[in-house]
Nanobody
Framework: QVQLVESGGGLVQAGGSLRLSCAASGRTFSAYDMGWFRQAPGKEREFVNAISWSGKTTDYADSVKGRFAISRDNAKNTVYLQMNSLKPEDTAVYYC????????WGQGTQVTVSS
């Protein structure tokens, strides 16, 4: 079973950047399409973006297109989320999971964007 550990969150001013990492244990990581999700206080967890197992295909929520980029390194069992031009509405706990949300959730990493 793959276990996921997110890191890289923090407090940043609007317009700033952060890079999140998701480290996965387990030898089957490279078989999964992976995604990032986020949950703001009082809101449901929502899709942010996803990347295919090969890294060749990506998909983005409209709210982050042109600002966020997902990538992966299968040799390191890691998925990355580069976040640029951050907005206060990006404030949330960010999680990674397989694109179908079928793996156990990690603890997430908090991203707070101040105005």
């Amino acid at each position: 079973q793959v276990q996921l550990v997110e890191s890289g969150g923090g407090l940043v001013q609007a317009g700033g950047s952060l890079r999140l990492s998701c480290a996965a244990s387990g030898r089957t990581f490279s078989a999964y399409d992976m995604g990032w999700f986020r949950q703001a206080p009082g809101k449901e967890r929502e899709f942010v973006n996803a990347i295919s197992w090969s890294g060749k295909t990506t998909d983005y929520a409209d709210s982050v297109k042109g600002r966020f980029a997902i990538s992966r390194d299968n040799a390191k069992n890691t998925v990355y989320l580069q976040m640029n031009s951050l907005k206060p509405e990006d404030t949330a706990v960010y999680y990674c999971n397989d694109a179908a949300r079928g793996l156990p959730w990690g603890q997430g990493t908090q991203v707070t964007v101040s105005s």
